[in-house]
T-cell receptor, first 109, second 114 residues
Framework: GQNIDQPTEMTATEGAIVQINCTYQ??????LFWYQQHAGEAPTFLSY????GLEEKGRFSSFLSRSKGYSYLLLKELQMKDSASYLC??????????FGAGTTVTVRA | DAMVIQNPRYQVTQFGKPVTLSCSQT?????MYWYQQKSSQAPKLLFH???????NEADTPDNFQSRRPNTSFCFLDIRSPGLGDAAMYLC?????????????FGPGTRLTVL
């Protein structure tokens, strides 16, 4: 089976940086995705990593280490609108995704 | 413009009364997925269509069925909803054959079972 772990909750201050870690143990690996999900809404795509290293997209960056089964999502210059759940998902070799339970980030003024 | 559309956004049904949720897409993606997501939990894949081929997850209850009459539309039928079926139901699409292609989600239908 697939095992994807991420912290349940994180709190940070507006303007700060937060790093959300994700560790995975899956039967195969064909890419790791990060999604943002606001309460009561659908997940929206943030980033994709398939090779080791850092991918940067504006205020958001995502890192992958395949040998360690580890990824993180880095959110910089936090804004109130970044308060949401962040889902780590692994594509295990075909096209299906396995999701972690999500990390709820609360941004405080 | 919305690319993956789900109707209705909110659905209330009675215990045991069949309900159908719908999903449509304008992306012309060949794969469509149905997920169930309960509060503070990961989306759980129920089944998906790869083109016309239906693929059921091993642990999806028989109570859940799906239809895909054409590329654009997909339906989720819950034959006899129980209280435990109350959840957000998410439809997603993707285009396979491109390694970086992600899944695009609709806004979801929140199902309440009375």
């Amino acid at each position: 089976g697939q095992n994807i772990d991420q912290p349940t909750e994180m709190t940070a201050t507006e303007g700060a940086i937060v790093q959300i870690n994700c560790t995975y143990q899956t039967s195969g690996f064909n890419g790791l995705f990060w999604y943002q999900q606001h309460a009561g809404e659908a997940p929206t795509f943030l980033s994709y990593n398939v090779l080791d290293g850092l991918e940067e997209k504006g205020r958001f960056s995502s890192f992958l280490s395949r040998s360690k089964g580890y990824s993180y999502l880095l959110l910089k210059e936090l804004q109130m609108k970044d308060s949401a759940s962040y889902l780590c998902a692994v594509r295990d070799g075909d096209y299906k995704l396995s999701f972690g339970a999500g990390t709820t980030v609360t941004v405080r003024a | 413009d919305a690319m993956v559309i789900q109707n209705p956004r909110y659905q209330v049904t009675q215990f045991g009364k069949p309900v159908t949720l719908s999903c449509s897409q304008t992306l012309n993606h060949n794969v469509m997925y149905w997920y169930q997501q309960k509060s503070s939990q990961a989306p759980k894949l129920l089944f998906h269509y790869y083109d016309k081929d239906f693929n059921n997850e091993a642990d999806t209850p028989d109570n859940f069925q799906s239809r895909r009459p054409n590329t654009s539309f997909c339906f989720l039928d819950i034959r006899s909803p129980g209280l435990g079926d109350a959840a957000m139901y998410l439809c997603a699409t993707s285009r396979e054959g491109e390694a970086t292609d992600t899944q695009y989600f609709g806004p979801g239908t929140r199902l309440t079972v009375l």
